[in-house]
């Protein structure tokens, strides 16, 4: 930790030179053509997987720019939970719960399936935390303000609309920053194959809180289950994102895992507001018509 690492943005090829007089033209190219078998082979995908990923995703996701990411998705989940809470007209420590769980839950699942028993990584981080208590405390300061002088009562149904709308924002922003976090915890711990851990882990860190929150509703529905899409969108960004790494892994790229995050998150959220925007329907064992229920 007293050591502070100084990038140089350059890189350094390796060049090997033969001796003309000594070396057949023959043997370089033999040589030539066995490098660019090599890095074409899967022994090459495994050693870039096993050594090179790791820096390369530890660096995006230790950039300012990331951290930031992981804070909006943080928020952007306690404000879901804020709006869950005055919906069902919970206490301050409800809403605190109904906020917590989709913003850290996920995360330490996630983390207790895979670390065995380690310190889990919410505890090294308690920024999060104070992220979670402050929008609370303001979010629901702000309600029970409102509904002191605002005068509910006649406009409930708008006030219904408003924190549903709330509540489908703030949980794709936080679904899609948590996509790539998932997927980043496969590679540093070698899970393998990539592309099936990486959408189970996306979909765990994304999702598993809101499962939890969900649990302790009022009608226990877990939405993602039995709703609209939802969890579907961080399976397939979560394989996406899976596939990409599978496929640059013969010409690893900061610059471009950089750029396949930002893709991730912007592509997660997107997804997640259209499918909800025009009532893409999800798949079930029966149709679902309108005004009809499953029993």
């Given at each position: 930790d007293q050591?502070?690492?100084?990038?140089?943005n350059v890189k350094a090829p390796i060049h090997i030179m033969f001796s003309k007089k000594t070396v057949p033209l023959e043997l370089v190219e033999r040589f030539n053509k066995a490098i660019k078998e090599f890095v074409m082979s899967d022994k090459y995908k495994e050693i870039v997987k096993e050594y090179i990923y790791p820096v390369l995703l530890l660096e995006t996701i230790n950039a300012k720019w990331f951290f930031i990411i992981g804070i909006i998705g943080t928020i952007s989940f306690a404000v879901s939970g804020i709006a869950i809470?005055?919906?069902?007209?919970?206490?301050?420590?409800?809403?605190?719960?109904?906020?917590?769980?989709p913003s850290v839950g996920g995360g330490v699942l996630r983390d207790?399936?895979?670390?065995?028993?380690?310190?889990?990584?919410?505890?090294?981080?308690?920024?999060?935390?104070?992220?979670?208590?402050?929008?609370v405390l303001v979010g629901f300061s702000f309600a029970r303000i409102f509904n002191i002088y605002g005068k509910p009562q006649k406009n409930e149904e708008m006030i219904y609309k408003f924190w549903d709308t709330v509540l489908v924002f703030s949980d794709s922003?936080?679904?899609a920053a948590f996509i790539v976090t998932g997927v980043v915890v496969v590679v540093i711990h070698k899970i393998e194959p990539l592309w099936l851990w990486a959408p189970f882990f996306a979909f765990t860190t994304a999702n598993g809180?809101?499962?939890?929150?969900?649990m302790l509703r009022r009608d226990r529905v877990i939405t993602i289950m039995s709703g609209e899409i939802s969890s579907e969108i961080s399976l397939f960004w979560g394989f996406l994102f899976g596939i990409v790494l599978e496929h640059m892994a013969h010409n690893p790229s900061s610059d471009m895992i950089q750029l396949s995050v930002i893709v991730m998150v912007v592509g997660g959220f997107l997804t997640r507001i259209v499918t909800?925007?025009?009532?893409?329907?999800?798949?079930h064992f029966r149709p679902r018509f309108k005004n009809s229920t499953v029993r």
């Open positions: 050591i502070i690492e100084q990038k140089l809470a005055a919906r069902e007209n919970s206490t301050l420590f409800g809403t605190l719960i109904f906020a917590m769980l207790m399936m895979i670390n065995k028993g380690e310190v889990v990584g919410l505890f090294l981080q308690p920024v999060y935390m104070y992220c979670i208590i402050g929008v922003m936080g679904q809180g809101a499962m939890i929150r969900d909800y925007y025009y009532g893409v329907s999800n798949i």
